[in-house]
């Protein structure tokens, strides 16, 4: 129904930055919340940043300061812009969307990205 198209990720060396870019395509009717999640060797998956179709966002403590989060309402876009990227940072990141198929939806889903390779390493 709904797929996420996914790119910027590669390997940069501490400090170093990388912009994630996530489009949804297919039946889209309207879309919540969008966010980004990743996912490292051995540990779980966890809430990097989201925003909401109010624009509020949320930053996972460990990337405040460091990330910024925004959307493109034009092209429901959501982007990723990781600054002074660290090692610990490396991980598969994944992008999220809650979307609305159409009018007759009884309510909306989450849709998930392939996942972007994020390396940090000198």
């Known amino acids: 129904q709904v797929q996420l198209v996914e790119s910027g990720g590669g390997l940069v060396q501490p400090g170093g930055s990388l912009r994630l870019s996530c489009t949804p395509s297919g039946m889209i009717f309207s879309i919540n919340a969008m966010g980004w999640y990743r996912q490292a060797p051995g540990k779980q998956r966890e809430l990097v940043a989201r925003i909401t179709s109010g624009s509020s966002k949320n930053y996972a403590d460990s990337v405040k300061g460091r990330f910024t989060i925004s959307r493109d309402y034009a092209k429901n876009t959501v982007y990723l812009q990781m600054d002074n990227l660290k090692p610990e940072d490396t991980a598969i990141y994944y992008c999220?969307?809650?979307?609305?198929?159409?009018?007759?939806?009884?309510?909306?889903?989450?849709?998930w990205g392939q996942g972007t390779q994020v390396t940090v390493s000198s």
């Open positions: 999220n969307a809650n979307v609305r198929s159409s009018s007759s939806s009884i309510r909306a889903r989450d849709y």
